[in-house]
């Protein structure tokens, strides 16, 4: 036998063992991403500073499924995958926003799917700005969206539209948008644990794939204990499925029964959405349209082929009934569709 023998077998095993490790900011093929590798990092491009505006278990909207939400102060910022996946649900028609429960129905989101079990929700989203369709993989670090103020968003100056975004992972149930929130941990979070903490600013680690990982990462793969207790003060701003926030059972106003369809007019989908001036308190108004594209320091791995609406958005109101669905245990209100998501 050969004395090189050895040697060749030992070159050979470590280079097929390596080949199979996918490092930080290093490029890797659909096969690797999903199912997702473990590990979340803040939702924005590596290097920025973003600040919690308001972190989970509050009286304030982070509640119930949302009790392990978040808040970044993204003001029409760049938003990036934070952890690898397949899109499962988008939506950017709106360009509605406010602080009150008539906007419920108006929020443009992002859903990707890990493969675990686990869904990660981007919410809030500007007019026009998601780049990603659904069956698309996406690689973490990669741009998905502009953040915005579309929805239920409120801003702690004036009582207007607060542009923002708003991330939980959630369960995924593969009909709904909107599910139980879970706690989860940052792995380019320093310290407390990985658990973001409100009024504290943040260095996202988040450079992407093809791109040299700049800051330490400290792996979280801890579960933390899911065990939510916040009460919402105000149950009209709770952040759900529209098909789940109660309107009218305490004294508020219920939207009117919707007229019933024309002779020979098709049935709409339980999704079509609803007109906002049949809520008599208040005149939406419309979000500002994103003056930049998502960027990012790096080359996203994917081409993305999806054209964005028009820059002057002009929405289209059709009245119709709001959903009436049962919701699921630990689910939300709606289900999850490709091109016509429903209305979040």
């Not at 470590?14 to 690797?32: F, K, N, R, Y």
């Not at 502009?146 to 929805?151: F, I, L, M, Y």
């Not at 701003?237 to 109660?246: C, T, Y």
Request: hydrophobic share 30%; aromatic share 8%.
């Amino acid at each position: 036998m050969s004395l090189l023998s050895p040697l060749f077998f030992a070159v050979t095993v470590v280079a097929a063992v390596t080949s199979a490790i996918t490092m930080p900011g290093g490029g890797a093929g659909e096969e690797e991403l999903y199912p997702a590798p473990p590990g979340y990092l803040l939702p924005w491009a590596g290097g920025e500073i973003h600040s919690v505006t308001q972190g989970e278990e509050t009286s304030f909207t982070h509640n119930g499924l949302a009790a392990y939400a978040y808040d970044f102060d993204l003001n029409y910022d760049t938003v990036v995958a934070s952890r690898p996946g397949k899109v499962v649900a988008t939506r950017d028609d709106s360009n509605l926003g406010g602080c009150s429960a008539i906007y419920s129905t108006w929020t443009n989101y992002v859903v990707i799917d890990h493969g675990d079990g686990t869904a990660a929700l981007y919410y809030h989203l500007a007019y026009g700005s998601v780049i990603v369709e659904p069956g698309e993989i996406v690689d973490r670090g990669e741009p998905i969206a502009v953040s915005g103020e579309t929805g239920v968003t409120c801003s702690d100056i004036d009582g207007g539209p607060g542009p923002h975004l708003h991330f939980q992972v959630q369960r995924f149930d593969g009909e709904h948008y909107f599910t139980q929130s879970l706690p989860i941990a940052f792995d380019d979070i320093p310290d407390n644990d990985g658990v973001p903490q409100t009024g504290r600013s943040y260095v996202s680690g988040n450079y992407g794939p093809g791109e040299p990982q700049k800051i330490k990462l400290t792996p979280r793969r801890v579960p933390r204990v899911f065990n939510p207790t916040a009460r919402p003060a105000n149950p009209d701003l709770v952040e759900d499925e529209p098909a789940l926030i109660p309107r009218g059972a305490d004294g508020g106003d219920a939207p009117p029964p919707p007229p019933p369809p024309e002779s020979g007019t098709p049935t709409p989908t339980p999704w079509v959405l609803p007109d906002p001036d049949s809520y008599p308190t208040e005149t939406p108004q419309p979000t500002r349209t994103p003056s930049v594209t998502p960027t990012n320091t790096h080359t996203p791995a994917a081409t993305h082929t999806h054209t964005p609406p028009p820059a002057t958005p002009t929405p289209t109101h059709t009245q119709a009934p709001l959903p009436t669905e049962t919701p699921v245990p630990g689910g939300g209100g709606g289900p999850l569709t490709g091109d016509t998501p429903p209305p979040g």
